[in-house]
């Protein structure tokens, strides 16, 4: 599946955006979905695809404001983008 933008390209596996139209997913609308998918299901190649197309900045600031993710993918974006959790909203409302 390649999602296309303006500053570039997206490849990612189908199986990741299973349940998302391929032709309606917009890498600058559906940032967050993107984002969070990857971070959560995606594999070494997509996450570096990921960085690669929003930047690291981008990333980060759109990670601090998804209201849920999972715990592993919390405390794996804690640590690789040194997020302090309270930054978090996801991890905001589960205090």
Known sequence: ?????????????????WDVS??????????HLI??????????DEFSALLHFYGMRKIRN???????????SMNFIITFFNIDPKELECHRKKL
């Open 1 to 17: 599946m390649i999602i296309k933008g303006l500053d570039g390209q997206l490849e990612f596996r189908d199986t990741l955006f």
């Open 62 to 72: 759109t990670l601090k404001s998804l209201p849920v993710l999972d715990k592993k």
């Open 22 to 31: 391929k032709e309606e997913l917009d890498p600058d609308r559906n940032r």
């Open 35 to 44: 984002i969070e998918r990857v971070i959560s299901r995606g594999n070494l």
